[in-house]
């Protein structure tokens, strides 16, 4: 699949530094399919706290962009809903990321085509 645009948002350092290592690995073995281009502003578009992104940001990067299909790739901390940790589910801290992430994509569903 053709990437035309990449952007990242990680409040985690080194989760971010992963993330800019393994775009490079994919971008040198798939050099047709992401090219450099596709990585401009890959990492300081958004903010690196997602509960900071806004629709002003995503509307700027769909106007840098203007990609037909958005792919959301997310992962938030899950100790929330683990028997293990607290289970305090959808009311403990860490998954309010969750409602981030529904209004992030809500967002992406209004500026589609």
């Known amino acids: ?5 990449y952007y990242h948002s990680d ?3 080194t989760a971010r530094r992963i993330a800019l290592h393994r775009v490079r690995e994919l971008q040198s073995r ?3 399919l992401l090219q450099p281009e596709a990585l401009a502003g ?10 900071l992104v806004s629709s002003q940001h995503l509307q700027q990067a769909a106007h840098q962009s203007p990609a037909k299909q958005w792919l959301v790739v997310a992962g938030w901390p899950c100790q929330d809903f683990s028997t293990a940790g ?8 860490r998954a309010l990321l969750l409602h981030d992430l529904v209004r ?4 992406l569903q209004q500026l589609q085509p």
């Open 1 to 5: 699949i053709l990437v035309r645009q």
């Open 11 to 13: 409040i985690d350092p």
């Open 42 to 51: 890959a990492f300081s578009t958004l903010p690196t706290d997602v509960t």
């Open 86 to 93: 607290l289970s305090q589910g959808m009311t403990g801290r």
């Open 104 to 107: 992030i994509i809500g967002t």
């Open 30 to 32: 798939y050099p047709a």
